[in-house]
Each structure stands twice: as structure tokens, then as C-alpha cells.
Nanobody, 124 residues
Framework: QVQLVESGGGLMQAGGSLRLSCGAS????????TGWARQAPGKEREFVAA????????YYADSVRGRFTISRDNAKNTVYLQMNSLKPEDTAVYYC?????????????????WGQGTQVTVSS
């Protein structure tokens, strides 16, 4: 069993930066592919970034490529999402997802674990 806990969200002005963290319990976190998804009010959940269990494979949605960077530290059981040049349209609840078999890049699949989410609000 793995529990995912997101942190680092908050209120930021447009153009600013935030770093989200997804901490995982358990000693086997390194076997899980991990991704960050977000859901804005009235919109569907979408994945914005994902990283393979080794860190060798990385995915970014077009909307965040060049602004967001995903990374992981398996020794610390943590995945990070560095968000730069934030825009008001980045406002959403950000969730961490982990799966042993599939890189989390699309909704509609039952990934093994989800966190509870952290709110990111970007003001104009």
C-alpha cells in the first residue's frame, strides 16, 4: 500500500513560481511511474506531467511544456513539479498519481494510487 501526499500549493501572482511535492509512504515507491494531474473548476482532470519510475521517461502536456519541470528523488520517495511562469489558467487542484504498469498521462485509467490534491491559485 502506498499513500501519496501533495504539498507546496498556494496563491501566487502570474509570472511567479511554485514547487509541488508528492511524498509517498512505503519503501517501494521507486517501482511506480508517477504523474501530476490538475482539475480546474468546471473542467475535466488533465495530466500535465509524468515521469517513469527510473526518471528516464518524461511527459509534458503542451500547455505546460517549457514552464513546468517534473523530477523525482526515489531515495526520498518524492516527486516534484517545479512550476515557473505561472499563468491564471494554471489555477487548479493538483493531484499526484502513481501506477506500477503505466505512465500516468491520460485520465480514464484506474491508476493504482492518487493523492488528495493541493490547491494552486494564480492571480492576474
Amino acid at each position: 500500500q502506498v499513500q501519496l501526499v501533495e504539498s507546496g500549493g498556494g496563491l501566487m501572482q502570474a509570472g511567479g513560481s511554485l514547487r509541488l511535492s508528492c511524498g509517498a509512504s512505503g519503501r517501494t515507491f521507486s517501482i511506480y511511474h508517477t504523474g501530476w494531474a490538475r482539475q480546474a473548476p468546471g473542467k475535466e482532470r488533465e495530466f500535465v506531467a509524468a515521469i517513469s519510475r527510473s526518471g528516464g521517461g518524461i511527459y509534458y502536456a503542451d500547455s505546460v511544456r517549457g514552464r513546468f519541470t517534473i523530477s523525482r528523488d526515489n531515495a526520498k520517495n518524492t516527486v516534484y513539479l517545479q512550476m515557473n511562469s505561472l499563468k491564471p489558467e494554471d489555477t487548479a487542484v493538483y493531484y499526484c498519481a502513481a501506477d506500477r504498469s503505466r505512465l500516468p498521462v491520460s485520465v480514464g485509467y484506474e491508476y493504482d494510487y492518487w493523492g488528495q490534491g493541493t490547491q494552486v491559485t494564480v492571480s492576474s
